[in-house]
């Protein structure tokens, strides 16, 4: 993933509802304090936030790099 908006697109699609992002993003902020439902713009294209953000939700059950 290039950025988080891609990464949040990837998301979205995997759970199938924008609705479910929400519950699963407080979840993400406390793990990695990266928000995919008001991304920040200076974090957008960070490497490191966006590996820490993959991590996460590979963590969670939700592997988005298969």
């Known amino acids: 993933m290039k950025n988080l908006e891609q990464l ?8 199938g ?4 992002l929400v519950l699963l993003n407080a ?3 406390l793990r990695t ?5 008001t991304i920040d713009p200076r974090h957008a294209t960070d490497a490191q936030r966006i590996g820490k953000v993959l991590v996460a939700l ?8 298969k």
């Not at 304090?33 to 439902?37: A, N, P």
Request: charged share 35%.
């Open 8 to 15: 949040r697109s990837a998301l979205i699609a995997k759970l």
């Open 33 to 37: 304090g990266v928000s995919l439902t």
């Open 58 to 65: 590979r963590e969670m059950g939700f592997d988005l790099e």
């Open 17 to 20: 509802d924008e609705g479910k």
């Open 27 to 29: 979840r993400l902020i």
